[in-house]
Nanobody, 118 residues
Framework: QEQLVESGGGSVQAGGSLRLSCAIS????????VGWFRQVPGKEREGVGFVALNGSTTYVDSVKGRFTISKDVAKNVLYLQMNSLENEDTAMYYC????????????WGQGTQVTVSS
């Protein structure tokens, strides 16, 4: 079973940036499909982006060009760099691991809240 711990959430003004982190264990990020998802209360969890085992990354259209997923292999940490944040990006953000797609992963962290205001 994977362990995932998100951090880095907070409040930011529209147009600003945040970087979320997700510590993943025990499987190295290089041997694990991983992704970022978000959810607003009362709505379905939405895939933000995920990295397949072959290294290819897929993003939902609404964040393309603004969000970037990256990995720190040495620390086994997954990142989500969020730039040009919009009010619509406000959500609880979750990292996921194992058999990820844009729809879901097998395991989730507890989430970190991102609030964007104008």
């Amino acid at each position: 079973q994977e362990q995932l711990v998100e951090s880095g959430g907070g409040s930011v003004q529209a147009g600003g940036s945040l970087r979320l982190s997700c510590a993943i264990s025990p499987l190295p990020v290089t041997r694990n499909s991983v992704g970022w998802f978000r959810q607003v209360p009362g709505k379905e969890r939405e895939g933000v982006g995920f990295v397949a085992l072959n290294g290819s990354t897929t993003y939902v259209d609404s964040v393309k060009g603004r969000f970037t997923i990256s990995k720190d292999v040495a620390k086994n940490v997954l990142y989500l760099q969020m730039n040009s944040l919009e009010n619509e990006d406000t959500a609880m953000y979750y990292c996921g691991a194992r058999h990820c797609s844009l729809l879901r992963c097998d395991f989730w962290g507890q989430g970190t809240q991102v609030t964007v205001s104008s």
